[in-house]
């Protein structure tokens, strides 16, 4: 698929201090690739539920926040039947600790999407083992065991001192394609089938 990048940019300057800030963005209709998803029938990009995410902001006890940041591209092409991990690559300048979770991706400010029966926030496509999110690092971990297009959407928080400074949220699809990929492999020292050893220093 044809992948399309926008950047928006601005300068808002908030007029007091307040501890829920709701910095949101909508887009009319998701496109007609995804297949988790209750889509119009016949499909018309047009016609299918929106998209809707926001970031948060509580910039009541402090003054100077940076929202995390995303390295990776918010879209992944996976392997059926392979063992994939997924890192969002966040970076957070202020060292503030971070936690992941899976939320419900959303149409508008009230109604998330409607899935197909099946589907869910925490389990957004056909994976044995099921998907799984782990809260500290961001990793996605999936073994995909149907040729689909899912969604999802990532909650991320951002704490400082225990307190919640701010959020954001990541809506993502995931392309789940037959790729008739080997996976390299890796034997032990040598040839063998041992991983480890122990070695004296200078020798």
Same mark, same amino acid.
């Given at each position: 698929?044809?992948?399309?990048?926008?950047?928006?940019?601005? !300068?808002?300057?908030?007029?007091?201090?307040?501890?829920?800030?709701? !910095?949101?963005?909508?887009?009319?209709?998701?496109?007609?690739?995804?297949? *988790? @998803?209750?889509?119009?029938?016949?499909?018309?990009?047009?016609?299918?539920?929106? %998209?809707?995410?926001?970031?948060?902001?509580? =910039?009541?006890?402090?003054?100077?926040?940076?929202?995390?940041?995303?390295?990776?591209?918010?879209?992944?092409?996976?392997?059926?039947?392979?063992?994939?991990?997924?890192?969002?690559?966040?970076?957070?300048?202020?060292?503030?600790?971070?936690?992941? *979770?899976?939320?419900?991706? %959303?149409?508008?400010?009230?109604?998330?999407?409607?899935?197909?029966?099946?589907?869910?926030?925490?389990?957004? !496509?056909?994976?044995?083992?099921?998907? *799984?999110?782990?809260?500290?690092?961001?990793?996605?971990? %999936?073994?995909?065991?149907?040729?689909?297009?899912?969604? %999802?959407?990532?909650?991320?928080?951002?704490?400082?001192?225990?307190?919640?400074? $701010?959020?954001?949220?990541?809506? @993502?699809?995931?392309?789940?394609?037959?790729?008739? =990929?080997?996976?390299?492999?890796?034997?032990?020292?040598?040839?063998?089938?041992?991983?480890?050893?122990?070695?004296?220093? $200078?020798?």
């Amino acid at each position: 698929p044809g992948i399309q990048e926008y950047k928006y940019s601005g !300068i808002v300057t908030l007029p007091a201090r307040c501890v829920d800030w709701v !910095i949101s963005w909508s887009y009319c209709c998701r496109n007609c690739d995804l297949t *988790t @998803m209750v889509v119009a029938q016949p499909c018309v990009t047009g016609a299918n539920p929106g %998209m809707y995410v926001a970031a948060t902001l509580n =910039n009541l006890y402090y003054d100077d926040n940076n929202a995390p940041t995303f390295v990776n591209n918010p879209i992944a092409f996976v392997c059926l039947g392979q063992e994939f991990t997924y890192n969002h690559g966040v970076v957070d300048p202020d060292g503030d600790s971070l936690v992941y *979770t899976l939320v419900n991706p %959303m149409q508008n400010s009230t109604d998330s999407v409607p899935f197909v029966s099946g589907y869910s926030a925490t389990n957004p !496509i056909t994976s044995s083992p099921a998907l *799984t999110l782990d809260p500290s690092s961001g990793d996605i971990h %999936m073994t995909p065991t149907q040729q689909e297009v899912g969604i %999802m959407s990532v909650l991320v928080e951002e704490y400082r001192d225990g307190l919640l400074v $701010g959020s954001v949220i990541r809506d @993502m699809a995931i392309y789940v394609r037959p790729c008739n =990929n080997i996976l390299p492999t890796a034997s032990g020292i040598n040839g063998s089938e041992i991983r480890d050893t122990s070695i004296c220093p $200078g020798t």
